[in-house]
């Protein structure tokens, strides 16, 4: 549903309402010199040939070159108007729409990562500049050839007002026909091509377990729908676009019928019998293209919708004042986060401070909410109830672009960028050759960057390349670990090392405490717990325990004493 408020997409139109009011004058005119032909034509047949003077037929035929020279600029720079409003939509746009895809993937942990916005964006430009939009800007001047017809002759007039209405009746029978049909084709084609985008994402494990077959199955059976529906549409269209044509052709040989009449009763000249079928073609022409043109109309207005609805949904971020480079104090208060989607929320109740510099461990069963937390303390989910507090501000109210060189944050899902390895690790920033060979050291990975052909110049894919999944973890710590960020939050950041690995992912932890940055890590593996300060313990997305390391290890220690199961007595 269209947002009743004014949306960017909408404040960008009306920002090119001055734009867009030129084109229609220009179409004036335009249609008015389209008459030039007409006259020419009746003022040959009835003037000059009637007279036998070459120089009024070379006055004439001058007159009309540069009239129809005229046209033809006019028409060219309505062209260039439209060209230029579709570069101004662009311009003032494809920043927000980039920006509202990146948050309508995050706010959906994933589900709805697409680039349909953009491309959507990229379609309506098209429509604009296209050939079918002008037939909008033409067909308001019928009136003009309307009136021009009855003073020809009343008859003239009355016939072609009925083929206009006939027309103008089959253009909206096109409308009912196919629009909702297209709509739901469109839908389906959209959804199929994410089904199909979420499956090429994950090939190894398709190919792997044979699922190709299965999917392809799902794929297909969708398919099948758009193409279904795409065909009842373009059945429909195709048969209301065939009789409009045939129409206008069968009407145009009417008329020239109608006018002889008129001229053997003496009541027009042969020349207005003539004129009259050339002024009716191009009177009911704007119509006929309006109808072939159509399906882009209702392709470029499902395009207008979405990109409306998303821009009314996710709104520009606003202005905010810069804060001071973060110490790293965290803090959190009633924390209770509902994943997007979700209809209860995962963590509840959560109250912790921390002191910047401090290493904090987070531990507990699967679907405790330990990646949720990682989200929230990022201020990439928000809270639905209470804050995370960084300094003694929301997260949410520091300037991402202002706050991300001080955060430092590894998934659980190692995903690098198309580029090279330094790029990957300086953020695509400007690359500082020395502070990249800090992190790779300090992640452990320098020494294996080195053995690579092309060092930290090599190529890699969003995948990783040829890296294996520990070098690819290694690889994301140092992008972590760049610029000495102040708050760094690992989620399973030894889930694929090997024991070297782990050696050197204790060692950097240990660095990044050195430097005084405050951690939060996530795992499974307690390996690493040593370097750790303090210990939060989540269970059910509460917070079971959280204290000094040694502490709340000696509690857990003495929690499964307790509830380990006692041997059964020997009978006597």
């Known amino acids: 549903m269209t947002p009743p408020h004014k949306t960017d997409l909408r404040a960008a139109l009306h920002t090119c309402k001055g734009s867009f009011i030129a084109t229609g004058f220009f179409s004036l ?69 980039y920006n509202a895809s990146f948050k309508q993937a995050l706010y959906s942990g994933g589900m709805n990562a697409s680039a349909q916005p953009l491309n959507d964006m990229t379609g309506l430009r098209q429509f604009l500049t296209g050939n079918g939009l002008f037939a909008f800007f033409d067909a308001p001047w019928l009136p003009i050839y309307l009136a021009l017809m009855f003073m020809f002759h009343p008859w003239f007039g009355w016939f072609a007002l009925l083929c206009a209405a006939i027309l103008i009746a089959l253009a909206y029978a096109n409308e009912r026909l196919t629009s909702q049909t297209l709509k739901n084709a469109n839908q ?98 704007p119509i006929d293209l309006m109808i072939g043109s159509w399906k882009g109309f209702i392709s470029a207005r499902g395009q207008y919708e979405r990109l409306n609805d998303l821009l009314g949904k996710i709104a520009a971020e606003p202005e905010r004042m810069s804060l001071p480079t973060p110490a790293g104090a965290v803090t959190a208060e009633a924390l209770m986060v509902t994943p997007p989607g979700a209809a209860q929320p995962v963590i509840r109740g959560l109250n912790f401070s921390v002191v910047p510099g401090e290493a904090i461990g987070i531990i507990g069963p699967s679907g405790a909410g330990k990646s949720t937390l990682a989200r929230a303390l990022l201020g990439i989910w928000p809270a639905s109830h209470g804050k995370v507090r960084l300094d003694g501000a929301d997260v949410f109210s520091w300037k991402r672009d202002e706050l991300g060189p001080h955060i430092g944050y590894l998934p659980q899902d190692i995903e690098l960028f198309e580029g090279t390895i330094s790029e990957n690790i300086a953020r695509f920033g400007t690359v500082d050759p020395a502070a990249v060979v800090e992190a790779a050291r300090l992640a452990g990975v320098h020494e294996l960057i080195l053995q690579l052909p092309q060092g930290y110049d090599t190529r890699i894919g969003a995948s990783g390349g040829t890296l294996s999944g520990g070098q690819r973890q290694r690889i994301g710590l140092a992008r972590a670990a760049y610029g000495k960020p102040r708050l760094v939050v690992l989620d399973e950041p030894n889930s694929n090392l090997d024991e070297q690995g782990e050696c050197a992912l204790t060692l950097a932890l240990q660095q990044l405490k050195a430097d005084g940055t405050t951690l939060f890590v996530i795992t499974h593996r307690t390996n690493i717990l040593v370097a750790m300060d303090k210990l939060m313990v989540l269970r059910d997305g509460a917070q079971v325990m959280f204290g000094p390391l040694g502490q709340v290890l000696a509690e857990l220690q003495k929690a499964q004493q307790v509830i380990a199961p006692q041997p059964a007595a020997t009978p006597a």
Do not use: C, H
Request: charged fraction near 15%.
């Open 188 to 285: 389906e084609n959209l959804a199929a091509t994410a089904f199909t985008n979420k499956n090429l994402r994950n090939a190894e494990v398709v190919e792997s377990m044979g699922m190709l077959p299965q999917l392809r199955r799902r794929w297909q059976e969708r398919n099948n729908r758009v193409l279904e529906l795409q065909g009842v549409a373009s059945d429909r269209a195709g048969t209301i676009t065939s009789l409009s044509k045939t129409f206008r052709l069968l009407v145009q040989s009417l008329i020239l019928g109608l006018g002889a009449y008129l001229s053997l009763e003496q009541e027009i000249s042969s020349g207005m019998m003539i004129a009259g079928s050339v002024l009716l073609g191009r009177a009911l022409a």
């Open 29 to 97: 005119f335009v249609n008015i010199l389209m008459l030039v032909p007409t006259f020419y034509m009746l003022q040959v047949y009835d003037r000059v040939i009637a007279s036998g003077s070459e120089s009024t037929l070379l006055m004439l035929t001058l007159i009309l070159v540069l009239l129809l020279a005229t046209m033809g600029a006019l028409e060219w720079v309505r062209s260039r108007i439209m060209v230029r409003i579709s570069t101004r939509l662009d311009i003032l746009l494809g920043g927000r729409l």
